[in-house]
């Protein structure tokens, strides 16, 4: 039995959430897989009524479940934020999420705005969670004067650097992936690009199968917009990781389709699409629910139900080929038309499966 928490947060993660869920149920119904999905109420309705964020309580039996698909946090009427912060970023922080996995994967050519893009272009991002610039160490200095100084650390730790790289290495190996490219600026942050590139090569050495390479941040970013195709499994930190999976998210379709997933291995498993609540088109049933439903495809695959992942990946690339989808990729259907087209498709064309 998997038990997974369903939180759909703000604004558009309230529309594309049921559809993730429709899918996830096709999928379980299908494929034999028992689910059990509780729905949560947290977000910025609730901290608006109530004053709060997520309780302690809450926390311990939100964390409790295998897995937790997330819909998107952040309300204008929250500026503060103060609910994304105990949230979202509470559980990453909390839970040690330290493998933020965002695969951006290209299914027809005419989703990227690259004009000569050869498919398949599959990244596999394997970006740091917990460490790095996001850790908020340092500080202010004369603040508000013109002398005013600003710090910001980037820690890395050689076992939070190891445990990502090994991540990496070990989806690699598991899947018969050729590469593994680590992403670094080591030329000008000698400390920091010393530690990675050590325990990159020394990591590397138990895979000598996989060719690996290091490249700069920004000869990556070059190579992305001109031969995206020559790359495979990404690692890189957590600032570099979320620069280059947003350009790679981008190169493969935009962030209606794109799905992440954070895990601390073999303990707990969080997923969200990539896009935010996205106020503008909140409310109107035109929201991309695709990121979401590829959560439920990676959640399946991470529990080891891989055909069923597949066959909710095949169901989006079916929806994509047909144009079943919402107006961002050029279709007419509302968020719910897509997301029960979807979980048709899965029902129908896993009949017989088990
Ligand atoms: P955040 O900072 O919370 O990640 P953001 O402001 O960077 O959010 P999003 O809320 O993700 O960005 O969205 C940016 C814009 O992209 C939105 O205003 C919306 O127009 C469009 N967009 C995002 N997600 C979707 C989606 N699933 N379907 C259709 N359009 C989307």
């Not at 949560?40 to 309780?55: F, K, M, P, Q, S």
């Not at 302690?56 to 503060?80: H, I, K, Q, Y």
């Not at 990556?220 to 350009?247: C, K």
């Not at 107006?327 to 498709?345: I, K, M, P």
Request: proline share 5%; hydrophobic share 45%.
């Amino acid at each position: 039995m998997l038990r997974i928490a369903l939180v759909p947060g703000d604004g558009i993660g309230t529309e594309v959430v049921p559809e993730a869920r429709r899918v996830l149920e096709a999928a379980a119904a299908t494929y034999g897989i028992e689910v059990e999905v509780e729905e949560w109420d947290l977000g910025a309705e609730r901290y608006l009524r109530e004053g709060v964020t997520i309780t302690e309580d809450e926390f311990t039996r939100l964390s409790a479940n295998d897995a937790l698909l997330m819909g998107a946090f952040g309300d204008p009427r929250v500026p503060g934020e103060e609910h994304v912060r105990d949230i979202l970023l509470g559980l990453r922080f909390r839970l040690d999420l330290y493998v933020n996995f965002r695969p951006c994967v290209l299914l027809a050519p005419e989703l990227s705005p690259l004009k000569r893009v050869k498919v398949p272009v599959r990244l596999e991002i394997f970006r740091e969670n917990t460490e790095g610039m996001y850790v908020g160490m340092g500080g202010v200095f004369r603040k508000g004067t013109p002398q005013e100084v600003a710090i910001e650390e980037d820690l890395n730790s050689r076992a939070g650097v190891e445990r990502i790289i090994r991540a990496a290495f070990e989806f690699a190996e598991a899947r018969g992936r050729g590469r593994v490219t680590l992403v670094d600026k080591a030329n000008a942050m000698r400390n920091a690009g010393g530690l990675w590139r050590r325990v990159f090569a020394e990591v590397g050495e138990g895979y000598p199968e996989i060719e690996q390479s290091a490249v700069y941040v920004d000869a990556m970013a070059m190579d992305l917009v001109r031969r995206p195709e020559q790359y495979e499994v990404l690692v890189t930190s957590n600032l570099f990781g979320d620069i280059i999976s947003d350009l790679a998210a981008e190169l493969t379709g935009g962030l209606g389709l794109a799905p992440s997933a954070n895990i601390h291995p073999g303990r707990h498993a969080m997923f969200e699409p990539v896009h935010g609540s996205a106020p503008d088109i909140a409310g109107q049933g035109r929201a991309n629910p695709i990121g979401a439903v590829r959560c439920v495809a990676l959640l399946l695959d991470h529990f080891g139900h891989q055909e069923a992942a597949e066959r909710v990946e095949q169901a989006v690339a079916a929806a994509i080929a047909e144009g079943k989808t919402t107006r961002d990729l050029g279709g007419g259907f509302s968020t719910s038309e897509v997301g029960a087209w979807l979980a048709e498709h899965v029902s129908r064309s896993g009949a017989g499966a088990t």
